[in-house]
């Protein structure tokens, strides 16, 4: 009987001991180390470019040596401390504005916070005045006023122009002025340092323009950035007048005929058939006349020739003809040749 008893209260002690064990167990495996912020404090943090400071609270009943708080940006300043994380940013001296994500995480346990930050408000515009003007919607598309809608800027230049101006109101660096590389007629070269602002505080930007010898206008859009602030682009459409009709000088422009006289070529570069006159002086007119049948509209070579008599007095003499546009509207050009025939 006392054996059975004994017997018993020690299997009783047994898983008595057994379930408190468990127990202690159980309540071990289940205590959860936990790291959160809430939703409002995870929103994204907006700093003005003078900078600033924001407290990010943060509930966890881990130590704080064992939590991450950090930034993947050197100017986002990130500190913690117990309950908190502390993100600042100083003075923004760029034109940008600058973004950051801050990182508070234990664990699986992420919470990632945008923060911005506004920079140096850019100045960067194309003055209008001069030949710069509204560049006008080409279908002539109006807005809900009636008037024709502006698409940007564009600029005429004369056909015989070799520099235009483009004046800029800005406080960037403009270093990048971007020409379509199929356009063979402007160029720029971009100095060593960036232009600076006149007096009337503009930079002025100048590129180069190779004349038009078509009877038709060209067209350049022209595009300028700064490295400061890639974001911001402006543009403006370059116009190169048509040249009108243009003659000028070949290879050569003095010639030597033998007192026999002969039929002379004269090279020259005309950019229309016929627009062109032939000024022979009255004095020389008994000795040179244009042979029949000599003429022959982009800029091509072409050939006049002459008709040289012989020369029946017993000196040499010599003649300057001219070769002159007709119908410009520009302004005319003309070729000087210079025809001496030996006794």
């Known amino acids: 009987m006392n054996k059975k008893i004994i017997t018993a209260l020690l299997l009783g002690a047994m898983l008595f001991g057994s379930q408190s064990c468990c127990k202690d167990k159980y309540e071990r495996e289940f205590t959860k180390d936990e790291l ?3 939703h409002s ?3 994204s943090i907006y700093f003005q470019r003078k900078g600033g400071e924001k407290e990010v609270p943060v509930k966890t009943n881990v130590a704080t040596e064992n939590w991450v708080a950090k930034s993947n940006a050197p100017w986002c300043k990130v500190s913690k401390s117990g309950d908190k994380v502390l993100i600042s940013a100083g003075l923004n001296e760029n034109y940008v504005t600058r ?5 508070i995480a234990y664990g699986h346990q992420k919470y990632d916070i945008r923060v911005e930050q506004l920079g140096v408000e850019t100045v960067f515009d194309i003055v209008k005045g001069g030949t710069i003007e509204d560049l006008l919607h080409p279908d002539g598309k109006k807005d809900k006023d009636g008037k024709v809608i502006v698409v940007g800027l564009k600029a005429s230049v004369l056909a015989n122009a070799k ?3 483009i004046p800029v109101k800005t406080n960037l ?3 990048h002025v971007l020409v379509p590389d199929t356009v063979d007629w402007v160029s720029y070269q971009q100095p060593s340092e960036a232009p600076k602002a006149d007096a009337q505080g503009l930079v002025n930007i100048k590129v180069k323009l190779e004349p038009n010898t078509n009877l038709s206008k060209r067209y350049c859009t022209l595009k300028l950035q700064s490295s400061q602030n890639y974001k911001v682009m402006r543009e403006l459409l370059l116009v190169q007048l048509e040249r009108g009709y243009i003659v ?3 290879a050569k422009t003095e010639f030597t005929v033998p007192a026999s006289g002969q039929l002379l070529d004269v090279p020259f570069k005309m950019n229309s058939d016929d627009k062109y006159e ?3 002086p009255d004095a020389d007119k008994s000795w040179i006349e244009v042979a029949e049948g000599a003429r022959a509209a982009d800029l091509k070579d072409k050939t006049i020739t002459f008709k040289v008599k012989p020369n029946v007095k017993e000196q040499p003499r010599s003649s300057k003809v001219i070769l002159r546009s007709k119908d410009n509207s520009e302004e005319t050009t003309e070729v000087e040749i210079t025809i001496n025939q030996e006794k």
Not at 99 to 103: D, K, L, N, R
């Open 163 to 165: 520099e235009f101006t």
């Open 36 to 38: 959160k912020v809430s």
């Open 278 to 280: 032939v000024i022979i």
């Open 99 to 103: 973004i950051a994500i801050v990182t």
């Open 248 to 250: 000028l000088p070949g």
């Open 41 to 43: 404090d995870a929103a």
């Open 173 to 175: 660096s403009i270093d």
